[in-house]
Each structure stands twice: as C-alpha cells, then as structure tokens.
C-alpha cells in the first residue's frame, strides 16, 4: 500500500466528512428545537442564526445561557456558525461564548469547523475570544491546521499558525499536518509550516517513501507555475536546515 497517498486522502475525507456531517445536522434539522430544548436557549439560537442580536439580549435577560449545550453538546455558538451568522457569533463571542466547547457526534469544536470555513473572519473571531488553535479531535485526533488543509485555506492555516497552533502534532493515524499537506501539493502551506517550526525530518514508521523529503521529490509541478514557485521556496528552506530535496536518496 502506497501511504504517501492513501492516509492523506483518507485523512482529509474523513476529515470533510465531519464538517458535511455536522453541515447535515444543522441543515436538516427542521429547526432549533432538534438541539435546544428550553424555551430561552431555543430562542437564542434561533436569534443567534438569524442574527437578531436584540433578540439574542433578551433571551440572556431572561435566563439563557451563551455555554449552554444541547443534544450532542450543540451550543449556540456552532448553531449560528453553521448558519454562516456573523452578527449571532460575534454577539456571542463578545458575551462570553466558549469556542472550545465539543460537538460531541463528530468531536469537533468551533474552532476546528472555523478552520473549514472560507471566510478567514469566523476563525479570526474564535482565535481572538480565547480558541484553542492546538485542539485535537478526541476522534480522529485533527487539530484546525490540519482541517485547514482540507478545502485549502491558507489565510486560516497562517493565522493558526501565528495564534501558536504547533504544526508536528500527529493524528490518530502518526500522519503531521505537514505530510498532508505535501501529499496534496499545498506547498505555500507546507512553506509556512516550516517556517514555524514543523519538522522536516519525520517519517510515518520507518519507510522513507512516508518522509517529507519523498513526496517532494515526487512532484510534478511545472517550472513557471505558482506551485513550482512554492516548491522551490520550499527546496531552498530546506537546503538552509541541511536537507538537499534533489540529492537525498
């Protein structure tokens, strides 16, 4: 079996799967109450994914809670996330919201769905109240780098990266960050990784064809592309730490 190409593919899969499962849940849900059962934390999230911040105010009056979780640890916070609401997150956010509270079907928190997301903004906003940028899925043992990979975001790698999020941690397969995103010629990514300290030297068990160096050597980006651009980048960071892509065998 070819893991420099399987784990990644499955890695990142698995990894979108859990983002469409909880797309699903929200989506499909007829409503709020599928979560939120009291009357004051139904109210708020359904204010909080509309938007409604004046309705938000007036459930908090009345006794709501902005941590409270529903069925499967649902919060207000992933509600109105899923609902793509900026007013409801940043309303919730500023009141006190918890973005490291756990979706528990899927284990993911706001965070690691943030790091999915297209718009940098819902990430920035979690990393700024308090989110924790090394969380580990307790299932699949991701962190928000590594779903950061997934739909190729960098802007929300870079700002994880810069929030301290530490790119050799492994997953529950031994698979880094750094390997996917090689693996998957996300090169700018891989380039930034290293620049904050990722390891370049790991290998998944003891083959070289699962190190860093092999799936590089491996490329087939074009000179005069983008890719090749960052790959070359890459190359000469890595010449700088002693590691010669072209010559090692």
Not at 44 to 69: I, P, W
Not at 144 to 153: D, E, G, K, Q
Not at 210 to 230: C, F, K
């Amino acid at each position: 079996m070819n893991v420099s190409r399987t784990l990644p593919r499955r890695s990142i899969w698995l990894c979108a799967l859990s983002f469409l499962l909880l797309s699903l849940d929200v989506a499909n849900a007829k409503n709020a109450e599928e979560f939120f059962k009291p009357r004051d934390q139904l109210t708020l999230a359904n204010a909080a994914a509309a938007g409604r911040t004046a309705d938000m105010e007036a459930s908090v009056r009345r006794g709501a809670k902005v941590n409270y979780q529903g069925t499967g640890g649902m919060t207000a916070l992933i509600w109105a996330l899923g609902h793509e609401s900026k007013e409801g997150v940043s309303w919730l956010l500023t009141h006190g919201a918890d973005p490291n509270l756990v979706y528990a079907p899927d284990g993911n928190s706001s965070v690691t769905i943030a790091a999915m997301a297209d718009d940098p903004w819902y990430l920035e906003q979690m990393l700024a109240h308090g989110g924790n940028p090394n969380y580990q899925n307790p299932i699949n043992k991701h962190t928000p780098l590594m779903n950061a990979i997934v739909p190729v975001h960098p802007d929300n790698a870079k700002a994880l990266l810069a929030a301290g999020a530490d790119p050799n941690t492994f997953d529950a397969r031994g698979v880094p960050a750094l390997f996917n995103a090689a693996a998957t010629s996300r090169y700018e990514m891989v380039y930034d990784m290293l620049q904050a300290g990722a390891d370049p030297t790991f290998s998944i068990g003891s083959r070289h064809k699962n190190s860093l160096i092999w799936v590089l050597q491996q490329s087939r980006a074009e000179p005069g592309t983008p890719l090749y651009e960052w790959l070359t980048k890459i190359k000469d960071l890595l010449k700088e730490k002693g590691l010669d892509v072209d010559t090692v065998q």
